[in-house]
């Protein structure tokens, strides 16, 4: 069954730090992954997704078929990156499907 | 535009009551899916509608039925209400089942 796992619930770092925020999938095949964010009292938005290879906000994203995995990553984290993240892949693998969650990362950038 | 929007707010019920929840989707989109979300988890999906059908459905019991009117926005209700299904209900919008985007949701509380 096609599942993501998010294996931090709590990801806790210093202004400035690299962060990485971990994300494996089980699919089989090429899947379209995405990365939601949602800051305190705001509503879930997508923050990147795998096919458009943008940088946003700083963040990347690559997929690593081999490891299916799809980790988040910033160089340089700010203290309004704290927020939830979920990885997110569609049921069918691509787009057009229901988005299957992981359970998110609740990350917290220190000052 | 203002999105997806999403009413009510809050709303708290008692076992065995019915209760509707409205979300009417991001302008130009034609596509509604919902989902909950229990406290510390990620969203789940519920199910999705497209031309005014249920096209795909997610693991969740007959009590669970929604409809999408020709405007595209959508109902979603719940009968016999347990204490479980307390959470936050998420509706989210897309163009022919691409990209979703998230309203502010329903926080929904049984008694």
């Known amino acids: 069954a096609q599942r993501v796992t998010q294996p931090e619930k709590l990801l806790s770092v210093f202004k400035g730090a690299p962060v990485e925020l971990k994300c494996n999938y089980s699919y089989s095949g090429s899947p379209e992954l995405f990365w939601y964010v949602q800051y305190s009292r705001q509503r879930l938005q997508l923050l990147l997704r795998?096919?458009s290879r943008e940088s946003i906000k700083g963040f990347t994203a690559d997929l690593n078929k081999g490891e299916t995995s799809f980790h988040l990553k910033k160089p340089f984290a700010q203290e309004e990156d704290s927020a939830m993240y979920y990885c997110?892949?569609?049921?069918?693998?691509?787009?057009?499907?229901?988005?299957?969650f992981g359970k998110g990362t609740k990350l917290s950038v220190k000052p | 535009d203002a999105g997806v929007t999403q009413s009510p707010t809050h709303l708290i019920k008692t076992r065995g009551q019915q209760v509707t929840l409205r979300c009417s989707p991001k302008?130009?989109?034609?596509?509604v899916s919902w989902y909950q979300q229990a406290l510390g988890q990620g969203p789940q999906f519920i199910f999705q509608?497209?031309?005014?059908?249920?096209?795909q459905r997610g693991n969740f019991p007959d009590r669970f039925s929604g409809h999408q009117f020709p405007n595209y926005s959508s109902e979603l209700n719940v009968n016999a209400l347990l204490l479980g299904d307390s959470a936050l209900y998420l509706c989210?919008?897309?163009?022919?089942?691409?990209?979703?985007?998230f309203g502010p949701g329903t926080r929904l509380t049984v008694l």
């Open positions: 509608y497209y031309e005014e059908e249920e096209r």
């Open positions: 997110a892949l569609p049921s069918y693998g691509g787009s057009q499907g229901n988005l299957i």
């Open positions: 795998h096919i």
């Open positions: 989210a919008s897309s163009f022919v089942g691409d990209t979703q985007y």
């Open positions: 302008s130009g989109h034609d596509t």
